[in-house]
């Protein structure tokens, strides 16, 4: 492509500009946008950029460790890896208020990113994969007033407390255009075609109080979803699937006993740039495979529903 060659150009000279010999830290979870900024600012100034990834225990199955699999088997960027799982759900468990919970998140992150970053002896500026749509604050729908819907995860109020300068090599882009030039710098297409996932992760898919129980019931049922997608060839034309536990118990029968189990929520959109999306027509014989295997196959869920909500006036993520 031959535009996105020339960004990623024009951008590795502004990156070189505005660092000089400083050090960049830079927060990675393994999104297609913190990837991308990171190998772009990785081929700018190479050793001086240093990776974080901070594990909150809110990832999806086998996520963090994929992540760093990859980074270290096709680049060779710093990258540290920390397990701040126990701190985040110890301090996450019972919560059930959506801004609560993604505030405590973020107060989190930003702790332990902090206390990282002065164990490699801190930076001189922080990376972000800020992207355009996330440059707009507010959600504004046609009509209507400006309302704020819900206080995004990221790493605002860092760059102050630690007096560090921002680096957002792709504020200027747009999903599609992000994933372009991450295919340009040679990230595998396994992680370019990679469904956004929030910050505050499963936290925000399990309304209600969070357990531990919870989450991991929720891990599996949403691997067991994903794969499904995957194999019927579905992925890539949706824009995000995820399973979403609910705090409701329902009766159900299995062999010749009663169950009282959670339900679970699927949810799958299309969309161009998350600001709207609308709700993607399974065939029911999709739908109702993959419950039988989710309810077979996780101790927990003895019931599946599919949500047919559009965005909006339902929001992408259920918190
Ligand atoms: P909603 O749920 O508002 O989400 O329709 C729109 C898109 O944003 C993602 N999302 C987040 N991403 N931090 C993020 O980095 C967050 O706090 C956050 N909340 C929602 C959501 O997954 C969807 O792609």
Not at 16 to 37: E, F, N, Y
Not at 91 to 114: H, M, N, S, Y
Request: glycine letters at 10%.
């Amino acid at each position: 492509d031959w535009s996105m060659a020339a960004y990623r150009a024009e951008m590795v000279q502004k990156i070189r500009d505005q660092v000089g010999s400083g050090k960049v830290i830079c927060a990675l979870s393994g999104g297609v946008d913190s990837s991308v900024a990171a190998l772009l600012i990785h081929e700018a100034i190479g050793d001086q950029l240093s990776c974080i990834l901070v594990d909150h225990g809110l990832m999806r199955m086998n996520e963090a460790a994929d992540v760093v699999a990859m980074f270290h088997e096709h680049y060779n960027l710093n990258l540290k890896m920390v397990d701040a799982s126990d701190r985040f759900i110890s301090q996450l468990e019972g919560e059930a208020d959506p801004e609560t919970k993604r505030k405590t998140i973020g107060r989190l992150f930003i702790e332990v990113f902090e206390e990282e970053a002065r164990k490699i002896g801190g930076a001189d500026f922080l990376a972000q994969g800020t992207l355009y749509p996330d440059v707009i604050e507010s959600v504004s729908f046609s009509g209507g007033p400006s309302v704020t819907i819900k206080s995004h995860h990221n790493v605002g109020g860092l760059p102050e407390r630690m007096n560090m300068q921002l680096v957002e090599p792709l504020r200027e882009l747009f999903k599609d255009e992000v994933r372009a030039l991450g295919r340009e710098l040679g990230l595998p297409d396994s992680f370019i075609g990679r469904h956004p996932f929030p910050g505050p992760g499963l936290a925000i898919r399990c309304p209600g109080g969070i357990s531990r129980e919870k989450l991991d019931i929720l891990r599996q049922a949403d691997a067991i979803y994903l794969d499904e997608i995957r194999k019927a060839g579905l992925y890539d034309t949706i824009w995000q699937a995820f399973a979403v536990l609910l705090p409701v118990q329902t009766v159900g029968v299995m062999g010749d006993g009663r169950t009282y189990e959670f339900v679970c929520a699927l949810r799958a959109v299309t969309s161009v740039d998350g600001m709207t999306a609308d709700f993607f027509p399974y065939d029911m014989d999709f739908l109702g495979k993959t419950a039988t295997r989710i309810i077979n196959e996780v101790k927990g869920i003895n019931r599946v529903v599919y949500d047919v909500t559009s965005k909006p006036p339902g929001t992408i993520e259920w918190e």
